[in-house]
Each structure stands twice: as C-alpha cells, then as structure tokens.
C-alpha cells in the first residue's frame, strides 16, 4: 500500500514537471537577456542583474507553488530588502522594480501586513509610483476584511495615506 501511495506521488511530481517546463521555457525565451543594448562591462553587468532578477520574479509569479506561498513571499521579500538596501545600484537604476517584488509578495501571501509597508514606502516614496502602490493594494485587500487578519485595518490606512498625500484624492482616501 505504501509503495503504491509513493509511486502515486512521485507521478504526480513527473507529471506536474513536465506540465510546467513548457510554460517554463517560455517565460525564458520571452525574457531573454540582450546583449547589444548595453556597450560597456560595467553597464553590462548591471543590465544583466536587472534582468535577472525581473526574470526570478516573473518566476516567482506564475510557477506552482506547491502549498508553500508564504514560503516564497518570504523568499522574494528577502530579495527585495537585498535589492533595496543596494544604495550604490539603486542610485544607477532607480528603485522602478520595487512594484514588481510586491506583485509577487501579495499574490502569494496578502495576510502578513508588514509587507504593506514596505510596499507603501518603497514603491510610492523611492519609486515614484504611488497609483502602483494603491492598486496593489486594492488587489490584495480583495482577500482581506477589516478585522481578519487581525489589524488588517492598517492596509486601508495606508493606501488612504498614499491617495491623500500623494496622488491628492481625498475622497478615495
């Protein structure tokens, strides 16, 4: 019974690979990195980086999370404090990716609020984008009430902040 129940899972896994790598290829062969459009090393290097990071979370996005969404949120959150506090490439590229990380955050876990406010600063303060900050938000307040999570009412205050103070909506806010 219990090699049957193995040989059951590790079909599925087979299957689900195989479904996937098509999907996969792809997303890689839509994101591939061109060389010619940067002539020195040093730009070179940066501009692959930036690729290869839009490519991870075009990834992180759209692969089978397999139960561990909160496990991947906490992975691309990880690597967007590592692409934040980088101030010596931030002041060559911008922080114009900062909306791309939380797109990948909050599909994969909207109920741990502390990433709103990462989201609030660095994509509306240092990105300049602050109606990328609030329709994020309205997408992943979809799946939130006022009281469950418990504080959830934080994200409504924040999106209000940002329509408010930036974007001049007051009664949005």
Do not use: C
Not at 74 to 92: C, H, I, K, N, T
Request: aromatic share 14%; net charge negative; proline share 5%.
């Amino acid at each position: 019974m219990k090699a049957a129940q193995l040989l059951l899972l590790l079909v599925t896994v087979g299957v689900t690979a195989a479904l996937n790598l098509q999907r996969l290829t792809l997303l890689k062969q839509e994101f591939e990195f061109d060389a010619t459009l940067s002539q020195t090393p040093e730009n070179k290097n940066v501009r692959y980086e930036h690729e290869r990071q839009e490519k991870q979370l075009v990834v992180a996005s759209n692969a089978p999370t397999f139960g561990y969404q909160n496990l991947i949120a906490d992975w691309v959150f990880l690597q967007f404090l590592q692409y934040f506090g980088d101030d010596e490439l931030r002041r060559s590229t911008g922080y114009d990716m900062s909306p791309n990380f939380f797109k990948a955050i909050l599909k994969n876990d909207p109920y741990y609020l502390d990433f709103y406010i990462y989201l609030s600063g660095s994509t509306t303060l240092y990105a300049g984008l602050p109606e990328e900050t609030v329709s994020l938000i309205d997408q992943a307040a979809e799946q939130l009430s006022p009281n469950q999570p418990p504080n959830a009412f934080y994200v409504w205050r924040y999106k209000g902040t940002d329509e408010l103070l930036f974007l001049g909506d007051s009664e949005s806010a």
